[in-house]
């Protein structure tokens, strides 16, 4: 999936919408009898009778995308009922928006536009809930802010390196443990004729996150530069002369002046890029579970899997991605304890699994969630189940991320360098810090 669609996913996130709290009801003697709400979802009256809580779930999807997430809901939540009400995509955000404002918005919303519905007053703070501490702290900066946490990731979308398996076993190599390793088997390519990886450079997306992939493993999540990509994001760091810096210029140095990386790759588009992978014309190729249908079209004999990110040093992989859907509770919601509750049942292995399997592919960033995973996917299953994905650009802005990719565009035909790349990363910084203003 190309980078643009992402970006109307993030912006489109499912939402779930409430409908009008309990009301108090009366004996038969016409006398006030107090309700009250139990964790459950559930209205108790002192008379013994009983009600559900109502909650509206609007999404972007198709019903069927969800749809054992909500057969598992109505068995684990007897006490709240869901109604599934399907938006497209370009309403979304302004339903959401329209909603809010009129002061009737959902009780279970997404956390996408994070800063603008915080400030606004309209997320729950979630921090100190039970069920956040389930997840990866990867995924949770994407969706924290000041060092609080408003929402839960959802299903995940990911992209590795697939590989060509048959090329592979006929050149006898092994899977790249390290960035050196994932040179060397480069250079063992190329020297046998054979095309080590497929470029679709003529979109800036793959130049921006295949280095991204190398400094999210070896800096961006680890304890020395866990935080700097909400620094970044907050106007108080800057890419240039920065830990990032040092990385990407490690990437160019061997993808770039090692030659892997040539100008004619900037003619290359991603489906001719895929078609070259596909028909074995290429060893390897990154992208992520949406192509997997494409590829079998191009070449249904082709046996494939993909790898991690590697860095330099063993013992640390990740995967490029983040939480496809994210959600947050309305901090105005009458029904609050009941929203709980269905965050806290995505927060199963069990709700997990019956989110993913409505998008065949996706991740889980719980801990222990086992996401049954296509054959294509089992070089990346242990990386997935420990939660080891994600997206730098969801952090700070994806603006940075086009302009470091369309930098290295440059870089690629001879014009400038890694430098100067993150000198125009750092003025993009101050254009939005000065919108903020």
Same mark, same amino acid.
């Given at each position: 999936?190309?980078?643009?669609?992402?970006?109307?996913?993030?912006?489109?996130?499912?939402?779930?919408?409430?409908?009008?709290?309990?009301?108090?009801?009366? @004996?038969?003697?016409?006398?006030?009898?107090?309700?009250?709400?139990?964790?459950?979802?559930?209205? $108790?009256?002192?008379?013994?009778?009983?009600?559900?809580?109502?909650?509206?779930?609007?999404?972007?999807?198709?019903?069927?995308?969800?749809?054992?997430?909500?057969?598992?809901?109505?068995?684990?939540?007897?006490?709240? #009922?869901?109604?599934?009400?399907?938006?497209? *995509?370009?309403?979304?955000?302004?339903?959401?928006? +329209?909603?809010?404002?009129?002061?009737?918005?959902?009780?279970?919303?997404?956390?996408? #536009?994070? +800063?603008?519905?915080?400030?606004?007053?309209?997320?729950?703070?979630?921090?100190?809930?039970?069920?956040?501490?389930?997840?990866?702290?990867?995924?949770?900066?994407?969706?924290?802010?000041?060092?609080?946490?408003?929402?839960?990731?959802?299903?995940?979308?990911?992209?590795?390196?697939?590989?060509?398996?048959?090329?592979?076993?006929?050149?006898?190599?092994?899977?790249?443990?390290?960035?050196?390793?994932?040179? $060397?088997?480069?250079?063992?390519?190329? /020297?046998?004729?054979?095309?080590?990886?497929?470029?679709?450079?003529?979109?800036? #997306?793959?130049?921006?996150?295949?280095?991204?992939?190398?400094?999210?493993?070896?800096?961006?999540? +680890?304890?020395?530069?866990?935080?700097?990509? *909400?620094?970044?994001?907050?106007?108080?760091?800057?890419?240039?002369?920065?830990?990032?810096?040092?990385?990407?210029?490690?990437?160019? @140095?061997?993808?770039?002046?090692?030659?892997?990386?040539?100008?004619?790759?900037?003619?290359?588009?991603?489906?001719?890029?895929?078609?070259?992978?596909?028909?074995?014309?290429?060893?390897?190729?990154?992208?992520?579970?949406?192509?997997?249908? /494409?590829?079998? #079209?191009?070449?249904?004999?082709?046996?494939?899997?993909?790898?991690?990110?590697?860095? +330099?040093?063993?013992?640390?992989?990740?995967?490029?991605?983040?939480?496809?859907?994210?959600?947050?509770?309305?901090?105005?919601?009458?029904?609050?304890?009941?929203?709980?509750? *269905?965050?806290?049942?995505?927060?199963?292995?069990?709700?997990?699994?019956?989110?993913?399997?409505?998008?065949?592919?996706?991740?889980?960033?719980?801990?222990?969630?086992?996401?049954?995973?296509?054959?294509?996917?089992?070089?990346?299953?242990?990386?997935?189940?420990?939660?080891?994905?994600?997206?730098?650009?969801?952090?700070?802005?994806?603006?940075?991320?086009?302009?470091?990719?369309?930098?290295?565009?440059?870089?690629?035909?001879?014009?400038?360098?890694? /430098?100067?790349?993150?000198?125009?990363?750092?003025?993009? *910084?101050?254009?939005?810090?000065?919108?903020?203003?």
């Amino acid at each position: 999936m190309k980078m643009q669609k992402l970006a109307g996913i993030i912006l489109a996130t499912a939402m779930l919408v409430g409908c009008a709290g309990p009301q108090k009801s009366t @004996d038969s003697n016409s006398k006030k009898v107090d309700n009250k709400q139990t964790a459950a979802g559930k209205t $108790e009256s002192k008379t013994g009778s009983s009600e559900k809580v109502k909650l509206r779930m609007m999404y972007w999807n198709k019903e069927e995308t969800v749809a054992d997430f909500l057969k598992l809901a109505k068995e684990k939540l007897p006490n709240i #009922e869901i109604e599934f009400n399907f938006v497209s *995509v370009d309403q979304f955000k302004g339903t959401l928006a +329209t909603q809010l404002q009129a002061g009737e918005g959902p009780d279970i919303m997404p956390s996408g #536009e994070l +800063t603008e519905h915080i400030r606004a007053g309209y997320l729950l703070d979630l921090t100190d809930k039970p069920f956040i501490k389930k997840y990866s702290k990867a995924a949770l900066n994407a969706i924290s802010y000041q060092g609080k946490v408003y929402g839960v990731p959802g299903i995940s979308w990911f992209e590795g390196i697939f590989y060509n398996k048959e090329i592979f076993k006929k050149h006898g190599i092994a899977i790249p443990k390290t960035f050196d390793e994932m040179m $060397e088997v480069h250079k063992k390519l190329k /020297a046998a004729g054979v095309v080590p990886q497929a470029w679709g450079n003529k979109s800036w #997306e793959p130049l921006a996150k295949s280095p991204l992939g190398l400094a999210t493993v070896d800096y961006l999540q +680890t304890d020395a530069g866990r935080d700097f990509d *909400v620094q970044i994001r907050e106007g108080k760091a800057k890419f240039s002369g920065s830990e990032l810096e040092k990385i990407v210029k490690i990437w160019a @140095d061997k993808y770039i002046k090692g030659g892997y990386i040539v100008p004619e790759m900037l003619q290359v588009d991603y489906d001719t890029a895929l078609k070259q992978f596909a028909q074995g014309k290429a060893a390897m190729w990154e992208s992520g579970p949406w192509s997997v249908k /494409a590829i079998k #079209e191009a070449n249904p004999n082709l046996k494939f899997d993909m790898m991690p990110f590697v860095g +330099t040093k063993a013992g640390n992989e990740y995967l490029i991605g983040g939480p496809g859907v994210t959600y947050g509770v309305n901090a105005n919601s009458k029904h609050k304890e009941a929203a709980l509750k *269905v965050l806290e049942l995505m927060a199963t292995p069990e709700g997990q699994q019956a989110l993913c399997a409505g998008s065949p592919g996706s991740g889980s960033f719980l801990e222990g969630a086992n996401i049954k995973l296509p054959e294509e996917f089992s070089g990346v299953k242990e990386v997935l189940n420990k939660g080891s994905v994600y997206c730098p650009w969801f952090v700070w802005k994806a603006d940075y991320n086009e302009v470091l990719g369309k930098g290295l565009q440059e870089v690629v035909q001879g014009n400038g360098s890694v /430098a100067d790349v993150m000198k125009q990363m750092d003025q993009k *910084v101050e254009e939005i810090m000065a919108q903020k203003k």
